[in-house]
């Protein structure tokens, strides 16, 4: 079992910038991955970012390439998602969520992560 727990979210104007982190507890050495999701209402749950765990490697989404930057603290077994510029279509609530194997990874497919945090509101008024 992995616990997440997002923080860091808030209300923000556009152009602002916001870090949202990403707490992991209990099985942690067993992750593969990260991945950042957000959810606007409405709408479905789409992929934002991720990095793997050991290497860094990290995968964007096209709708937030060049803003936002994900980036781990393997010994505080955090991610972060730094969000720059921010656009009011940014507004979603952020969740997280673990990978725990390397196998058929796709970063961009929620299904491929085991666990999930709560998420976290992100809003960015105009």
């Known amino acids: 079992q992995v616990q997440l727990v997002e923080s860091g979210g808030g209300l923000v104007q556009a152009g602002g910038s916001l870090r949202l982190s990403c707490a992991a507890s209990?099985?942690?050495?067993?992750?593969?991955?990260m991945g950042w999701f957000r959810q606007a209402p409405g709408k479905e749950r789409e992929f934002a970012a991720a990095?793997?765990?050991?290497?860094?490697?990290?995968y964007y989404a096209d709708a937030v390439k060049g803003r936002f930057t994900i980036s781990r603290d393997n010994a505080k077994n955090t991610v972060y998602l730094h969000l720059n510029s921010l656009k009011p279509e940014d507004t979603a609530v952020y969740y997280c969520a673990a990978d725990m194997s390397r196998t058929l990874f796709r970063p961009s497919t929620p299904t491929t992560y085991d666990y999930w945090g709560q998420g976290t509101q992100v809003t960015v008024s105009s």
């Open positions: 209990g099985r942690t050495s067993s992750v593969y991955a």
């Open positions: 990095i793997t765990w050991s290497a860094g490697i990290t």
